[in-house]
């Protein structure tokens, strides 16, 4: 089975992690570590971020 490509960066996985307390596991065990209540409060942050990213644009145009 093919793997995914990843739709966040690296970058950005490791600061929400850093953001949500869970990073250190990261470090350890790499990301298949990680809780699946991690993977999606990760996701639902990420889906904030960009939430706010956009109403802001709108707001500047």
């Given at each position: 089975?093919?793997?995914r490509r990843s739709i966040?960066?690296?970058?950005l996985k490791e600061e929400i992690a850093k953001e949500l307390?869970?990073?250190d596991?990261?470090?350890?065990e790499g990301w298949g570590g990680i809780k699946s209540?991690?993977?999606?409060n990760m996701v639902k942050h990420a889906i904030q971020?960009?939430?706010r990213g956009m109403a802001e644009k709108r707001n500047n145009s």
């Open positions: 089975m093919a793997r966040m960066s690296e970058h307390g869970f990073y596991v990261v470090q350890r209540r991690d993977a999606g971020m960009a939430e």
